[in-house]
């Protein structure tokens, strides 16, 4: 009698192991579908302004996180995630190396905004059982905020009202001058 309450346990236990066995198996297969998926990152390329980009040329951290930033448009999950230290590691050089010419408030804000993400994507890479989801997300995030940093380098070049007074005061004066010297003729 007691073969058998042994011998049905047994057969119990191992029935249920493979039921989830099976259940894993299904998890793990929808899991490995949602690493390969390609990242939608619709936001417009925004490009800097020529002064600007004068100065972000010389700046070789700066062209290194541009091209980071662009290989993720076509970027997996799985992909972002392998470099997701890579990432994390170059942002962090783009932080500690602004030149001066394109040191101002802003763009170091902006700086640690795209170096906190970077760090984010690292973490959350890095998980024993990653989100896929929540990688796609800060993917998305950090494409958003480097964009975010052009837009702030470009402001920096920007002219002041001033600057634009004195140019369109110059501009009538010019006007002018060429004015009479039209009703001289």
Same mark, same amino acid.
């Not at 999950?77 to 590691?89: E, H, S």
């Not at 380098?153 to 010019?174: A, G, H, P, V």
């Given at each position: 009698? +007691?073969?058998l309450i042994y011998?049905l346990?047994?057969?119990? =236990?191992? %029935? ?5 066995? %099976?259940?894993?198996?299904?998890e793990d ?11 939608? =990152? ?12 004068k +100065?972000?040329?010389?700046? *070789?951290? +700066?062209i ?8 993720? @448009?076509d970027?997996s999950?799985?992909? &972002? ?17 602004v030149?001066?010419?394109?040191r101002s *408030?802003a *763009?170091? %804000?902006?700086?640690? *905004? &795209?170096?906190?993400?970077?760090? $984010? $994507?690292?973490?959350?890479s ?7 989801e929540?990688?796609a997300?800060?993917t998305?995030e950090?494409?958003? @905020?480097?964009?975010?940093?052009k $837009? ?5 070049f920007?002219?002041s009202?001033?600057?634009f ?12 001058e ?8």
């Amino acid at each position: 009698m +007691y073969r058998l309450i042994y011998f049905l346990l047994i057969i119990s =236990i191992i %029935s249920c192991k493979s039921e989830q066995d %099976s259940k894993d198996s299904i998890e793990d297969k929808q899991d490995t579908t949602a690493f390969q998926k390609k990242l939608k =990152i619709e936001e417009p390329q925004f490009t800097l302004e020529p002064e600007a980009r004068k +100065y972000a040329l010389n700046w *070789v951290e +700066y062209i290194t996180a541009q091209n980071e930033i662009r290989q993720l @448009e076509d970027a997996s999950i799985n992909d &972002v995630m392998n470099n997701a230290p890579l990432i994390a590691q170059i942002m962090e050089s783009l932080k500690n190396s602004v030149p001066d010419s394109l040191r101002s *408030v802003a *763009v170091e %804000s902006r700086l640690n *905004v &795209v170096n906190t993400k970077a760090q $984010l $994507l690292k973490q959350y890479s890095g998980k024993q059982e990653p989100d896929a989801e929540e990688i796609a997300q800060t993917t998305q995030e950090l494409h958003s @905020e480097f964009t975010n940093l052009k $837009l702030q380098m470009n402001e920096i070049f920007l002219k002041s009202l001033e600057d634009f007074e004195k140019e369109l005061d110059e501009f009538e004066k010019l006007e002018r001058e060429q004015d009479s010297i039209s009703e001289d003729f």
